[in-house]
């Protein structure tokens, strides 16, 4: 299992390249290990050209390096911190994309003004607290903005956002589409004021997009 997710937490991590939601090596996706308190996450420092499934590290959920053999992420006590108090969380994501850390800077939410926006996040992107990196801090600041919020994204204030999902996967998805929404909301805002959807049809979308859409059983 933990080769497993090694292979897919380091293939993960191209996607955010993919996408341009990184530079440098800045950035970092982690997977909780099935039945296991610990987490694979990307080394720190390393460039994304120099990684392989090899030396993602596996750090137990306190944020304590297992195996491996470099430093763990700067932010893995983040990331360890969401695990041990969100037991549904399977992935965790940091990115510091342009667009997404622009609304962060600023310390405002992205507003559900787009379908697309009530889709994947349900309502608005919230903002988080500021918190110093190096510590659980920044976890403290994800779970309590997250917990109870159908947004898998938060905006941690000044700094980036942070994502979470079932899988490892879903919380890339969740980066992804955090800074696809943050683009369009930025470009609709120079034309003008943006209202935001009615609560009834982004509780509506968020519904279908999440039960029925796609490949879901009983989709249409």
């Not at 610990?38 to 390393?46: A, D, F, N, R, Y």
């Not at 992935?91 to 962060?104: D, I, L, N, Q, R």
């Not at 980036?160 to 609709?188: L, N, Q, S, Y």
Request: proline share 6%; with cysteine.
């Amino acid at each position: 299992m933990i080769g497993r997710l090694r292979e897919e937490v380091c293939a993960l991590h191209a996607e955010l390249i993919r996408w341009g939601l990184v530079t440098w090596t800045a950035g970092n996706v982690s997977a909780r290990v099935p039945g296991e308190d610990l987490l694979v996450i990307k080394p720190s420092g390393v460039g994304y050209h120099e990684l392989t499934p090899a030396n993602m590290v596996v750090c137990d959920l306190k944020g304590t390096l297992v195996e491996g053999e470099h430093s763990p992420s700067s932010d893995t006590e983040a990331h360890a911190y969401v695990y041990r108090n969100m037991p549904e969380v399977g992935g965790v994501v940091h990115t510091h994309s342009p667009y997404a850390t622009a609304w962060a800077a600023r310390g405002e939410p992205i507003p559900c003004s787009i379908t697309a926006m009530a889709d994947e996040f349900g309502g608005d992107i919230p903002v988080g607290p500021f918190a110093l990196i190096g510590s659980d801090a920044i976890g403290r600041g994800i779970v309590e903005t997250l917990r109870g919020h159908r947004s898998p994204a938060v905006l941690m204030r000044q700094h980036g956002p942070f994502t979470i999902g079932r899988t490892a996967k879903a919380a890339v998805k969740a980066a992804v589409m955090c800074e696809d929404v943050a683009r369009t909301m930025h470009f609709a805002r120079q034309l003008g004021s943006v209202e935001r959807l009615p609560a009834a049809a982004v509780d509506s979308l968020h519904d279908r997009y999440q039960n029925v859409y796609g490949q879901q059983k009983g989709a249409r």
